[in-house]
């Protein structure tokens, strides 16, 4: 019947038991039938407004506990949003204990613990958007944590998505202070997806006291690290992975041969192998050639790792998945491997490193790679593949015979693409109108050896203030390490000196204030080539040009200053006398 149906008859029942208790109180207590009838008037005008008023409590209290919670969503990509769960299977028991943690009053985190390809990340995306944390959670937001995620960045986002107008840190420290005053009291849970070092952790534990953390991660250590309550994501009950199956195949689970419960068994119940079996299954395979072919695949995995893969019947299993596909749509599902680390990719990436495939064809076969589980949906037009596909499509990749690393070729090919998109453009113009190019370009370019462009690229101050303001100085910085070049080292170390003064600035007048700093730090530099850059900053807007050499710290001096004294006690002088 469910909560509301339960609320529906209790409240209709004790309506009307109150109505009839009040008419046979009011018939009994009187003395005639005219004091009856003032009686009964009376208990009509009390009980009929208390009716209403619980009616309205009921109402306003399953309102409550049926409106989800509010998601704090960022721009479509950037971090990840939480992935669409598509052909999953309910999980009660996990559902459950994730949510009874989360509730309580204990631990400020709570860990979804396994390792890859259990399905912890759809499960906490389930869980964030159960009704029932409605009254312990106002809001939530999902935030993607993998290899490499500073943890300044994951604030910047989050104060983004909490409304901080332009937010911009250069330490954790600075950007926890302004999120704390921003939080406050309100009740928020954030979801970090595939944590593996501490640092994400504690970058947003105790911003609030009414702010929790829901994390997964395969790394168990984490847990009592941080003092964590733990869930423990396993492999699928049985049944769970025959659900999985026969929601693909659309058929009752009942109605399953016997070599569909073999399958599951020989894939561990792991849920991603158990879904891109159903996928393949779903295709026309029987159950008995999905078998076989990830039995002939295990030779294979047992000769390639050293030591043995830990679970190489789920890395057979996407193997399989891989080589099912034909030899074109094998080819660009391997050239994926360039979005490997950098998070969610949008279809028109995929449509720069497939071209010339007519967008058409680009989004059928984003859409048939999601249908058979080697990628997910995390928004409208954004892509993202499992981990442990992207260790199989990059060592697919780098298994090819070729003269240059394959990895770095599919890395030229996708800037190709965008150049053949856009003949008219340059880099410049691609990343100030593509989200993900402003984010990415300079990673691009580094893994494709471009060199020179990316010197070019850092080289602009468009480029520098544009992803200054989206992405924040610590990602800026990052981008410099892809080449060593003295010009763009010189950079690096003046936008480490000038923090203080950039992180506090508005994105209206960034542009100006970050050409002043690195022409005050710059403009003596010893290096001719940099000075003679610098010399030569414009910025589009009004600014405050300094014009004398050591006007600010130059960035060939120490970025650190210690300052030493001698300490000693002294007599004062003795008094004087005046006349």
Known sequence: MGVRGVWRWVGAFAFVAALTVAQGWGLLAADDGQGSITRLGLVAAVVGPLAVEVSVLRWAWLGQRQAPLRELAGPEGFLGAAPVAGRFVRRPDLERATVRALRGGGAWAVALVGFGGTGKSTLAAVVCRRRWLRRRYRQVTFVKAGPGTAPVTILTELARR???????????????????????????????????????????????????????????????????????????????????????????????????????????????????????AARGLSFTDIHARIDQDLGRIKGDFAPEYQHPTLRAAIDVSIDDLTGDARDRYLRLAVFEGRGPFPADAAAALWDPLPD????????????????????????????????????????????????????????????????????????????????????????????????????????????????????????????????????????????????????????????????????????????????????????????????????????????????????????????
């Open 162 to 280: 909490l409304g901080v107008a332009d937010p911009s840190y250069a330490t954790v420290d600075q950007a926890r202070d302004e999120i704390e005053t921003v939080l406050g009291r309100r009740r928020l849970l954030i979801m970090l997806d595939n944590v593996w070092t501490r640092g994400p952790l504690d970058a947003v534990l105790g911003l609030g006291p009414g702010c929790r953390v829901l994390f997964t991660t395969r790394n168990r250590d984490l847990v009592s690290t941080v003092g964590a309550a733990e869930v423990i994501v396993d492999q699928l009950t049985d049944d769970q992975a025959l659900r999985i199956l026969a929601t693909w195949t659309r058929t009752a689970p009942s109605a399953l041969p016997q070599d569909a419960y073999r399958l599951c068994a020989r894939l561990q119940n792991l849920a991603l192998g158990v879904a891109m079996a159903g996928a393949m």
């Open 360 to 579: 058409p064809d680009v989004r059928d076969l984003l859409a048939d790679l999601v249908g058979r589980s080697l990628l997910s949906t995390t928004g409208e037009g954004w892509y993202i593949a499992h981990d442990l596909q992207y260790d199989a499509i990059v060592q697919h990749l780098s298994h090819r015979a070729a003269e240059i690393d394959p990895v770095r070729a599919a890395h030229d090919t996708l800037l190709d693409g965008y150049r053949a998109r856009r003949p008219d453009a340059d880099w410049i113009g691609f990343a100030l109108a593509d989200a993900y190019l402003l984010g990415n370009l300079a990673w691009h370019l580094s893994r494709a050896g471009r060199k020179a462009e990316l010197v070019d690229l850092l080289g602009d101050l468009r480029y520098l203030s544009a992803r200054l303001a989206a992405h924040g100085l610590p990602d800026l910085i990052g981008d410099t390490h892809g080449t060593g070049h003295p010009r763009v080292r010189a950079t690096a170390r003046a936008l480490k000196q000038s923090a203080p003064a950039l992180t506090a600035a508005r994105e209206a007048e960034l542009q100006g204030l970050l050409a002043a700093q690195l022409v005050g730090r710059l403009m003596d530099h010893p290096d001719p080539d940099t000075a003679s850059w610098a010399g030569d900053l414009r910025p589009a807007a009004s600014w405050l040009r300094p014009i004398t050499p050591g006007a600010l710290a130059p960035a060939t001096g120490p970025l650190e200053l210690t300052i030493s004294a001698t300490k000693s006690w002294c007599s004062p002088p003795p008094p004087t006398a005046c006349a």
